[in-house]
């Protein structure tokens, strides 16, 4: 079964040809991937390279992590397998204010739990008006 390896921090100026290389005494060097930036076309500074298996997966992690590429150590470990949904990512969610869009064109809305609205934050620019408004809310559902 085949082991998928992240490689961090990769040169800017990285071609797939070039990672290759670095890994072409192992003979999966030719499943090797740089994740490249959509406008630039320039390597975002990570990529993945699949071994045949965990012995050549554990090889190519004790030879090449730490490894100097063009002046930047690597950093090579078992890629984490892609979160299926939401509640099983662990990269952060977009700010409120994102222009970020979902596919149908519309803002993304965020989820919020019930235990959520403690952690959520204000802006701090608007902190004070935010504190008067729940204090005028009290007062007037404490009159009524």
Avoid at 6 to 27: C, H, T, W
């Amino acid at each position: 079964m085949s082991i998928r390896l992240y490689i961090g921090n990769l040169p800017k100026d990285i071609e797939r040809q070039e990672l290759e290389s670095v890994f072409a005494e192992f003979e999966s060097a030719n499943t090797t991937k740089v994740i490249t930036d959509r406008k630039t076309g320039k390597c975002r500074g990570f990529g993945f390279i699949t071994a045949k298996d965990e012995a050549e997966a554990n090889q190519i992690i004790e030879k090449f992590d730490g490894y100097l590429l063009n002046e930047s150590p690597l950093k090579i470990e078992v890629a984490q397998p892609k979160a299926k949904g939401k509640e099983d990512s662990e990269a952060p969610e977009p700010e409120a204010g994102s222009s970020k869009r979902s596919k149908g064109g519309k803002p993304a809305a965020r989820k919020q739990t019930a235990g959520d609205s403690d952690a959520v934050q204000p802006d701090p620019r608007w902190a004070q008006d935010l504190e008067k408004l729940k204090q005028l809310l009290a007062a007037q559902t404490a009159s009524s």
